[in-house]
């Protein structure tokens, strides 16, 4: 009889410890999973305060994932994103340059493809703006497009008025005539140095001397090349302009470009679009409009180099691919389309986003009417020496006086000649 008292008394004291046991299991706080962290790098080193904004609207609705955004001054961007990835140490989510910038990530695997599964809405982009995110020889697509951009002419209406000119250029001789008169006044013409930028320039007004889309077709077939009479004559051009470039021109870098043209004391800047919304924030109260290269003759053949800038692709090695996918879709939405245009102002990929801005809406047009591929961008930079680095070796050679133009062209045809078939 004791025994069995024993034993109920100790069944009950079991029963009793594990009820209270089991309530303080059920009691106890769940452990918070861990957040995922991502890295995000760009070259985008002004919108840096953009991006940090966008990565917070997305991460309100996505709090598990925790994303470092890291900018890189832009001509320093590239070799530093390729030795980080070669070393396996690159950033989840890569903010990745068209063409052949991209391609150099593609060859060695160190992105992963995209499907149309992985980013809703990708389809309905256009097949320029997703070539721009294809590799050269694997044609697959490794990156959401994010902007498209064109080249063309800032212009300070208030400073051509100190020379007497009341309009800008309706022609391009006009362009020349004013020039000759804002130097004659004692005034400076181009804000443009002569450092390796050059080449943007010479983007800006090329197609109008060797004939825009029709000649990019005919060297991409090998049909012509870049020693052709009218590649010279587009080079020539440059050189005509060199006498209304800064004192010193081909010492004067980018930034000191641009600083002139935005602290108001030249009257004109060739350039990208992309500036506009640097230039506004440098100087909110600098009046400033942007223009197409005007043409030889009123009503005459106009051309717009232009092109798709860039996009957004995933790390190959990401151990957090689904959270990395999710902000992509994000990019790849008017949530991000929309505030793009308005912060940053520049002209989104991301379709249907209505796009009020005037500035922005003029340049669009541009597009439209008169786009053509930005030639040593969107055709020769997918091998080295590129196009590009060829030209911004010899373009400022040339203005030096130690190379003429046609020896410029046969350096450049020689070059892009290594790697491209039918100038071989």
Known sequence: MKTRNKLRRLIASLT???????????????????????????????????????????TASNPGIKITFQSFPSADYQTILMSAMAAGKGPDIVHVR???????????????PLSAT????????????????????????????????????????????KAGIQLPPRTYPELIEQLKKIKAAGLQGLANGGSTHIEQMWGTIAPMFYGGT???????????????????????????????????????????????????????????????????????????????????????????????????????K????PEALKFLNYLASKNFGQPFVETVAQITAVPGVPIRDRQLRKAISSINKWGTPYIMLVGFRYKNPTGSALLQTGLPN??????????????????????????A
Do not use: C, H
Request: aromatic share 16%; hydrophobic share 45%; glycine share 8%.
């Open 98 to 112: 068209a063409y052949g910038s991209l391609d150099q990530l593609v060859v060695p695997g160190y992105l992963s």
């Open 214 to 316: 029709e000649f990019y077709n005919d060297v991409v077939a090998g049909k012509k090349t870049f020693t052709d009479p009218a590649f010279v004559k587009s080079l020539e051009a440059v050189q005509e302009l060199f006498p209304y470039m800064p004192a010193n021109a081909t010492a004067v870098n980018y930034d000191a470009s641009r600083a002139l043209f935005f602290s108001g004391k030249a009257a004109f800047f060739m350039g990208g679009i992309f500036e506009l919304g640097y230039f506004r924030t440098q100087n909110p109260k600098l009046k400033f409009d942007f223009m197409a290269t005007p043409p030889m003759t009123k009503g005459g053949k106009q051309f717009v180099s232009t092109w798709a800038d860039g996009g957004f692709g995933i790390n190959a």
């Open 398 to 423: 040339m203005l030096n006086g130690t190379k003429t133009a046609r020896q410029v062209a046969d350096d450049v045809n020689k070059g892009v000649g290594t790697w491209f078939g039918p100038f």
């Open 16 to 58: 009793v410890s594990a009820v209270a046991l089991s309530g303080s299991v059920l009691l106890a706080p769940m452990s918070k999973a861990a957040d995922v962290e991502l890295t995000m790098y760009s070259w985008r080193v002004e919108d840096k305060a953009f991006y940090e904004d966008v990565i917070k609207s997305f």
């Open 118 to 161: 992985d980013v809703k809405g990708i389809n309905k982009y256009p097949a320029d703006a997703l070539n721009s995110q294809r590799g050269f020889s694997d044609k697959r697509l490794f990156g959401v497009p994010f902007a498209y951009q064109s080249l063309g002419i800032f212009y300070n209406l208030e400073y051509l008025r």
């Open 318 to 321: 990401t151990k957090a691919r």
